[in-house]
């Protein structure tokens, strides 16, 4: 008979990813969290973790286990509420890997509206150029630029998005007009550090602009964006970032943009999770409900 001790010291390291926090969560010495976690490797003759010096991740057993202790701990709640006639609510943590654009222009405004939905879920946003893996365990969702070809994951396409030219209009004004594509010959660019990209989706200078004269390079869409309102070049940017922004101008939008998909991937030993159903939900529900504006570019 499993120990409901153990089960729940592996949920919360699960969740945590450290001996230190799993403690602190559960009320207990990181110490007892370690031998409730041996006590069940033991009994179940499996290995649940991977130890590392930046913490612990499941193994493929550990992520068989996981819906069916998930499963457990909804029954003991539902068993809690009936009895104490006390609401129970989804709680975890979830962390969710989406490229920085989307970010910044769109999850972030939804931050809010998903806290008052779910208020016992903590949710945890990473927002880079470099894909996150799942199968390490370095978040539990993520939104992609593509599907992926590999590994034990569940993932559905989210929408489409554009991206276009733009300039200051401080920058239009003291240079060369640009009416053809051959006038962008003239001009200074600004765009990623082309090594650092892990999203080859991302690459869209060299597939639009082949002999771009590029001044500046970062890898932080904001930093691209500022150097844009400072006049220092033109950037290929997404529409649903800088369409609004009053002091940019789109640039032969008819014959210079981009067309990108967005993915949400979940590995398929935590999607049936009751919160990882949450948030993939609802922000399924958010790229569907934004997609007009993910499309505009002017």
Avoid: C
């Amino acid at each position: 008979m499993l120990d409901w001790d153990n089960l729940r010291s592996f949920l919360e390291l699960a969740r945590r990813g450290k001996l230190s926090m799993a403690g602190k969560r559960l009320n207990v010495e990181p110490t007892t969290v370690g031998r409730h976690i041996d006590k069940l490797e033991k009994e179940l003759e499996i290995h649940l973790f991977d130890r590392s010096p930046k913490g612990y991740s499941l193994t493929d057993e550990g992520y068989k286990l996981l819906p069916h202790a998930e499963n457990i701990e909804t029954k003991i709640n539902s068993i809690y509420q009936s009895i104490s006639g006390t609401d129970t609510e989804l709680t975890g943590t979830v962390r969710l890997a989406v490229p920085e654009g989307l970010g910044i222009g769109i999850i972030s405004k939804y931050i809010k509206g998903f806290k008052e939905l779910h208020p016992a879920i903590e949710l945890e946003l990473i927002a880079d150029t470099r894909p996150a893996s799942l199968s390490k365990r370095e978040a539990d969702i993520a939104i992609t630029l593509a599907r992926p070809s590999t590994g034990r994951l569940v993932s559905w396409k989210l929408g489409e998005y554009r991206l276009a030219l733009y300039a200051s209009k401080n920058y239009i004004n003291k240079h060369n007009k640009i009416k053809s594509v051959k006038d962008l010959a003239q001009h200074s660019f600004i765009s990623y550090i082309d090594d650092l990209i892990e999203f080859p989706q991302l690459k869209y200078m060299q597939d639009l602009l082949h002999e771009a004269n590029i001044v500046f390079r970062s890898s932080s869409l904001q930093a691209q964006y500022q150097a844009v309102i400072d006049g220092i070049g033109l950037a290929l940017l997404h529409g649903f970032v800088a369409a609004d922004d009053k002091k940019l101008t789109t640039i032969l939008p008819e014959k210079i943009f981009a067309t990108r998909e967005y993915w949400m991937v979940v590995h398929e030993g935590l999607y049936h999770l009751a919160r990882v159903k949450a948030v993939s939900r609802f922000f399924t529900e958010v790229i569907k409900k934004e997609q007009a504006r993910l499309m505009r570019i002017n």
